[in-house]
C-alpha cells in the first residue's frame, strides 16, 4: 500500500507521475534529450526514500532545452501543464483549466488558435472529452476492430528520460542518454534480501539519495 514512496516500487514520483508530461514533450520534439542536468529534494515525506520535488533541465541535440519541474507537496497550488515557446510564439497546453483554454499566441501575444476554432475546422466536439475516458475508448475500440495501437517504444523513451532526469536529480551530475542506454543500474532490494526480512518481520530501512554524495 505505500509502494507509490518507494524508489524501487514506483521509480519516484517523477516516473510513475510526471513521465506523461515527457511524453507529451517527446511527441512534441519528436527526438530525444541528449542530457539532463537538475536537482530536487525532500521535504516532507515520512515513509519511502523518494523526493517531493525536481527541476530537471533536459538538453536535445539542436541546442533545445525542456525545463521540467514536478512536485508531490500537500497544501501547495498545483499545475499540470506544457507550455513551449519558440521564435514565432508559444503552445498553452495547460490542463490546470478547461481545454476550451487551450491555444496558440504568437510573437505579438495575438491569439492565433484556440480550441472554439478547431470545434468548427476540425469537427472537435463542443465540450472536449476528458483523455481519462479517451485512452479508454481508444482501448475499446483497439481491442473490438483488431487495429493495434503500438505505443512500447514511445512508452520506453518518455520512462528513461524520467529515470535520466531522476538519476541527475539523486546524484547531483549530468546525466547523458548514452550512459543511460548503457546502464545496468539496479534498485531495490534483491529477492533474497526481501524473503530474509519478511522472514523476520523486518523493516527496509530507505536509503534516501542525497546529492553529491549518490551514485545513481
Known amino acids: 500500500r505505500d509502494w507509490v514512496n518507494w524508489t524501487w516500487l514506483s521509480g519516484d514520483h517523477i516516473v510513475e507521475q510526471h513521465v506523461h508530461n515527457l511524453d507529451v514533450a517527446h511527441w512534441f520534439f519528436g527526438?530525444?534529450?541528449?542530457?539532463?542536468?537538475?536537482?530536487?529534494?525532500?521535504?516532507?515525506?515520512?515513509?519511502?526514500?523518494q523526493f517531493d520535488n525536481f527541476s530537471i533541465d533536459f538538453v536535445y541535440d539542436?541546442?533545445?532545452?525542456?525545463?521540467?519541474?514536478?512536485?508531490?507537496?500537500?497544501?501547495?497550488?498545483?499545475?499540470v501543464s506544457e507550455y513551449f515557446s519558440g521564435t514565432k510564439g508559444f503552445s498553452n497546453s495547460?490542463?490546470?483549466?478547461?481545454?476550451?483554454?487551450?491555444?496558440?499566441?504568437?510573437?505579438?501575444?495575438?491569439?492565433?488558435?484556440?480550441?472554439?476554432?478547431?470545434?468548427?475546422?476540425?469537427k472537435l466536439p463542443a465540450d472536449p472529452i476528458s483523455p481519462y475516458v479517451q485512452e479508454h475508448v481508444d482501448l475499446i475500440w483497439a481491442i473490438r476492430t483488431g487495429n493495434q495501437i503500438v505505443e512500447a517504444e514511445n512508452t520506453a523513451i518518455s520512462t528513461l528520460t524520467a529515470i535520466m532526469g531522476r538519476i541527475s536529480a539523486y546524484t547531483g551530475k549530468a546525466v547523458t542518454w548514452e550512459e543511460m542506454l548503457n546502464s545496468d543500474l539496479r534498485v531495490g532490494p534483491k529477492p533474497e534480501e526481501l524473503a530474509f526480512a519478511k522472514k523476520y518481520e523486518m523493516v527496509l530501512k530507505p536509503?534516501?539519495?542525497?546529492?553529491?554524495?549518490?551514485?545513481?
Not at 539542436?62 to 497550488?77: A, E, F, K, Y
Open 31 to 49: 527526438k530525444t534529450p541528449v542530457k539532463a542536468l537538475g536537482f530536487g529534494s525532500r521535504q516532507r515525506r515520512v515513509t519511502g526514500d
Open 62 to 79: 539542436d541546442g533545445r532545452h525542456m525545463h521540467s519541474t514536478c512536485r508531490q507537496i500537500n497544501g501547495c497550488t498545483n499545475s
Open 94 to 122: 495547460s490542463s490546470d483549466n478547461s481545454a476550451k483554454e487551450t491555444n496558440l499566441v504568437d510573437k505579438n501575444g495575438k491569439v492565433i488558435w484556440t480550441y472554439a476554432d478547431a470545434v468548427k475546422s476540425e
Open 207 to 216: 536509503q534516501i539519495a542525497v546529492a553529491g554524495t549518490s551514485k545513481e
